[in-house]
């Protein structure tokens, strides 16, 4: 089955820095891949996509690396923000159907 | 703009007894989706559906049921509450697979 994991569970931010928040995953066949961000006590919220015909897509502060020789997809927040604390998570899709695979989550801290 | 809503928002529930939790979605999609979050896990599917009428299983599909009488409503079943089932449920809709979805708040369910 799938295995989607996180680098490390908590990441500490100091306000201004950028944030690079890490994701592997494990089936080479995955092709859909995605980004959440969860607030305290909230849904989760769509941040970015990318498809695996990509490697690199940009968003408002957000951009999403692709790596599929290394299973690899990270997430950079520009100038990471108090707002911007929050569980981040990844998701990869491997069937037509779109059905998600979401890794643990990473707990970003923004720090003054 | 509700979106989607989840109703209730917190229950607890005594081992053995049984409830419905009613996701509502007002944007027309034909998407929809039941995960559970577990702490420190990312969200896992139980079920979904990819239209009216139709449904089908996810990843920890069992103890749990699923309707989806009406487009806009999906409804998720638990027919004899176990512990294991005390998470945090959540409901999802897109307007196709492979791109955003959108979540509920949750509902936060205890059963002792």
């Known amino acids: 089955g799938e295995s989607v994991g996180l680098h490390l569970p908590t990441l500490s931010v100091q306000e201004g820095d950028n944030s690079i928040i890490n994701c592997a995953y494990s089936n080479s066949a995955s092709d859909y891949f995605i980004w959440y961000k969860q607030e305290s006590g909230k849904g989760p919220q769509f941040i970015i996509d990318i498809r695996s015909n990509m490697d690199k897509r940009q968003g408002q502060r957000v951009t999403v690396l692709l790596n599929k020789t290394v299973k690899h997809l990270s997430l950079q927040i520009a100038a990471t923000q108090p707002g911007d604390s929050a569980v981040y998570f990844c998701a990869v899709s491997t069937d037509s159907w779109g059905k998600l695979q979401f890794g643990a989550g990473t707990q970003v801290v923004v720090t003054p | 703009n509700a979106g989607v809503t989840q109703t209730p928002k917190f229950r607890v529930l005594k081992t053995g007894q049984s409830m419905t939790l009613l996701c509502a979605q007002d944007m027309n999609h034909e998407y929809m989706y039941w995960y559970r979050q577990d702490p420190g896990m990312g969200l896992r599917l139980i079920h979904y559906?990819?239209?009216?009428?139709?449904?089908a299983k996810g990843e920890v599909p069992d103890g749990y049921n699923v309707s989806r009488l009406k487009k806009q409503n999906f409804l998720l079943g638990l027919e004899s509450a176990a512990p294991s089932q005390t998470s945090v449920y959540f409901c999802?809709?897109?307007?196709?697979?492979?791109?955003?979805?959108?979540f509920g708040q949750g509902t936060r369910l205890t059963v002792v």
């Open positions: 999802a809709s897109s307007d196709r697979a492979r791109t955003e979805a959108f």
């Open positions: 559906s990819v239209g009216e009428g139709t449904t």
